[in-house]
């Protein structure tokens, strides 16, 4: 069984995977969506900016949302009157995670709705459907294995995010502990090494079961198109 | 009654039409790459013209000196491709009936049952469109144009694809069309034979420009 600490690392890793995965989606599918279906300038410097935190270092990264959230940073001082606090918070690792796992949330949705034929919307315009509409019932679920795959992506990657999360909200026991993160507290303590190797199961685990559930939803979907 | 006149340039291509259509059939034929699809792109508002007028029924679809475009979905101009382009998550029926629940159609001009009866699909409704053939898949899409109550049906080498049997027994569905529900249409293809048994008036695309009314 689980001890009060780790169920308390797996509830916050849980919590902030969640949290991280259901913001970033309607953002992903929009910029997923103008990425493949809309030429513009500068649209390069848009793929570098979104592609950037998977090259970054994440501790630079980290350092950076300091710089920005934080108590004296210039959008953090402006959420400050509003009561909001991100560093030093498990809001602030929601965040985090979310800037980390976005590329890899977009990326399979782009490719989903680049692999729709254009002339299937088109079609759908020609019939008098107005084009928002014809993205929610045409668009949007024949891009679906793209969205779920995505948001198991951001999910899994939100659950093991450490460089960022430790820079930007540190390490405070059921605040911003999270899975990596009690790993590395206990990796630093003379007998913790048994206990980290708990949780370095269970994140193998989780890791596991969110792979399968990935070739899951492949298979599924798969098996629908060919009864189809 | 259609009735457009414009000048159209992207690049080395360009494309200068004045069309009027008189006949409740008419047929555009031209080589690959004349600009015929093109042109059905410029009367749906996929491509706007550099100049000139697109007028449908005495209602301005597309005017460069009054800055008028209406958008594709207000232009009650269906189109039909080469391929049927069903909706492949959608069955026979969801597929024909998209536009009544997904649009906003002002007056219902056809009933389901109606042109179920006309393309002989009515067996068809709850198959799913992986198992249809091409000729039905064709006849389904042509179904699904006409429940969305066009003003103008476009036809984009409708039969390209499908071998001469399945050409003879789709044919006549286009017939019925202009013979029992009065649909305009505009019947793109390289085969002057199928414009004949539509008995269309047959303009042809040449050296970029479409003409059959005097300008």
Redesign the interface.
């Known amino acids: 069984m689980l001890t009060p600490e780790e169920l308390s690392a797996l509830y916050l890793s849980a919590k902030v995977a969640g949290f991280a995965t259901a913001i970033s989606l309607p953002f992903a599918i929009l910029l997923a969506w103008i990425l493949a279906r809309h030429e513009f300038r500068l649209k390069y410097v848009v793929e570098a900016l979104l592609h950037l935190p998977m090259v970054l270092p994440p501790v630079v990264l980290g350092y950076l949302l300091l710089i920005v959230f934080g108590g004296n940073g210039w959008i953090g001082q402006w959420l400050q009157q509003w009561g909001i606090q991100l560093a030093f918070n498990w809001k602030g690792a929601v965040l985090a995670a979310m800037i980390v796992a976005f590329p890899l949330m977009v990326q399979p949705i782009r490719l989903s709705f680049q692999m729709i ?1 254009p ?2 919307e ?10 928002y ?2 993205f929610c ?2 668009s949007l ?2 891009a679906l294995p793209g969205i779920l795959i995505g948001s198991i992506l951001c999910f899994s990657r939100s659950l093991g995010e450490f460089g960022a999360t430790i820079t930007f909200v540190g390490n405070i026991p059921d605040e911003t502990r999270t899975i990596p993160i009690a790993i590395y507290s206990l990796l630093q303590q003379p007998d913790g090494e048994q206990m980290a190797l708990r949780l370095v199961l269970l994140s193998l685990g989780l890791a596991f079961a969110a792979l399968l559930a990935n070739y899951w939803i492949m298979q599924k979907y798969q098996q629908k ?4 | 009654m259609l009735q457009c006149e414009f000048q159209y340039q992207k690049d080395a291509f360009s494309l200068d039409a004045a069309v009027q259509m008189q006949n409740s059939v008419l047929g555009i034929v031209g080589p690959s790459g004349a600009g015929k699809t093109t042109f059905l792109k410029l009367l749906l508002g996929l491509y706007q013209p550099q100049s000139g007028y697109i007028h449908l029924n005495k209602q301005i679809l597309t005017d460069t000196n009054l800055k008028i475009h209406i958008p594709i979905h207000q232009r009650k101009i269906a189109l039909v491709f080469q391929q049927a382009m069903l909706f492949p998550h959608m069955n026979v029926e969801q597929n024909l009936l998209y536009a009544k629940k997904w649009g906003k159609l002002e007056q219902e001009k056809f009933q389901l049952k109606e042109i179920a009866e006309l393309l002989e699909i009515d067996h068809l409704l709850q198959r799913r469109i992986q198992q249809l053939s091409g000729g039905e898949a064709q006849r389904i899409s042509i179904g699904r144009a006409l429940l969305s109550s066009p003003e103008l049906l476009l036809l984009d080498e409708p039969l390209t694809g499908l071998d001469t049997k399945l050409k003879q027994q789709i044919l006549p569905f286009f017939t019925r069309i202009r013979d029992e529900i009065q649909v305009p249409m505009i019947y793109v293809t390289h085969h002057h034979e199928e414009l004949e048994q539509l008995d269309a008036e047959i303009i042809e695309l040449q050296d970029h420009q479409l003409s059959n009314s005097p300008r």
Do not use: D, Y
């Not at chain 1, 088109?122 to 084009?131: T, Y």
């Open positions: 034929n002339q299937l088109q079609v759908a315009n020609s019939l008098g459907v107005q084009p509409k014809v019932s045409i679920p024949l198109i060919q009864e189809r």
